[in-house]
């Protein structure tokens, strides 16, 4: 409650301090609404879900590393350069998630 509390309040007083000129007049009354609620919907309803599933995840991902790391020592080497490969990916694909999102959002509004 508090974290939507803090985004919307935050997003609101940069919305109310923005040029007329520069913001009022070219996004409509209804993009705003629709951005606040649904920004405050995805941090009240699903952000704590992810954040238990990222933690299972990464508690998992971790235990299995340390079994490979004990039971085949070689592994070690192959850790590295795979995590470089699977963070430049995700890089990748949070841009392409990104502009996904943006388009969404202004197809909604």
């Given at each position: 409650h508090r974290c939507s509390f803090h985004l919307y309040s935050g997003a609101l007083r940069a919305v109310a301090a923005a040029s007329v000129t520069d913001f009022f007049d070219v996004t409509p009354t209804g993009r705003l609404v629709t951005?606040?609620?649904?920004?405050?919907d995805i941090l009240d309803s699903q952000l704590p879900d992810l954040l238990h599933m990222t933690l299972m995840v990464v508690t998992d991902l971790m235990l299995a590393l340390v079994v490979c790391a004990l039971t085949t020592p070689t592994y070690v080497v192959l850790v590295p350069p795979?995590?470089?490969?699977?963070?430049?990916?995700?890089?990748?694909?949070?841009a392409s998630a990104r502009e996904l999102k943006r388009i969404d959002g202004v197809a909604r509004a």
């Open positions: 951005c606040f609620s649904r920004d405050v795979l995590l470089l490969y699977a963070s430049r990916t995700r890089a990748l694909f949070g």
